[in-house]
């Protein structure tokens, strides 16, 4: 399976810029997505397929990375991010989510 | 809108089957694939298994041998079976399709 890692916390101040990043064991090409989980909360799609923002999410949000190396960057981090951010692969099978990063606001 | 709904029991017993319905409005399931992923408490997302649109499936190679997803197009419908439930499998689960999830059903594997 596509062992994807993430590292599991960052601590940011508001206003700074955040990347969070994601290597999957093999290639992904660009099948790569960001999702957001706030607690007791569902995920929420955040960007797809390494770089296209999904819909009503904010510009703030943005994605880059292409084979195994993806990175979910938020500039400017607001209060309101304060989530756990998960990737995913959908292009080898199984699917695979990495294991989160919790972003916590100083 | 596209909407998807889990509904199931939220007790079962170790060494009994989970079954759980994903009912889904605002697309056909002939036309989008939908998966099943679940979190046990505090932790991260497994990817369990799909029913793609043409009605194949696939599935968590981990999970094979407990797992079945089927579905009622006529009811809008996908289902989840998992025997042998043990109190690992206790979380929540959700269906989903991509960027669309149901809000998740908690299942707790306990006697």
């Known amino acids: 399976d596509t062992v994807l890692t993430q590292s599991p916390a960052l601590a940011v101040s508001p206003g700074e810029r955040v990347s969070i990043s994601c290597r999957a064991s093999?290639?992904?090409?660009?099948?790569m997505h960001w999702y957001q989980q706030k607690p007791g909360q569902q995920p929420k799609l955040l960007i797809y397929?390494?770089?296209n923002l999904a819909s009503g999410v904010p510009a703030r949000f943005s994605g880059s990375g292409s084979g195994t190396d993806f990175t979910l960057t938020i500039d400017p981090v607001e209060a309101d991010d304060t989530a756990t951010y998960f990737c995913?692969?959908?292009?080898?099978?199984?699917?695979?989510f990495g294991g989160g990063t919790k972003l916590e606001l100083k | 809108q596209v909407q998807l709904k889990e509904s199931g029991p939220g007790l079962v017993q170790p060494s009994q089957t989970l079954s759980l319905t994903c009912t889904v409005s605002?697309?056909?399931?002939?036309?989008?694939?939908v998966h099943w992923v679940r979190q046990p408490p505090g932790k991260g997302l497994e990817w369990m298994g799909r029913?793609?649109?043409?009605?194949?499936?696939s599935y968590n190679s981990a999970l094979k041998s407990r797992l079945s997803i089927s579905r009622d197009t006529s009811k809008n419908q996908v289902f989840l079976k998992m025997n042998s439930l043990q109190t690992d499998d206790t979380g929540t689960y959700y269906c989903?399709?991509?960027?669309?999830w149901g809000q998740g059903t908690l299942v707790t594997v306990s006697s």
């Open positions: 605002g697309f056909s399931l002939t036309s989008y694939n």
């Open positions: 995913q692969q959908s292009w080898n099978d199984p699917r695979t």
């Open positions: 029913m793609r649109y043409n009605g194949d499936t």
């Open positions: 989903t399709r991509d960027a669309y």
């Open positions: 397929k390494a770089s």
């Open positions: 093999e290639g992904v090409n660009s099948y």
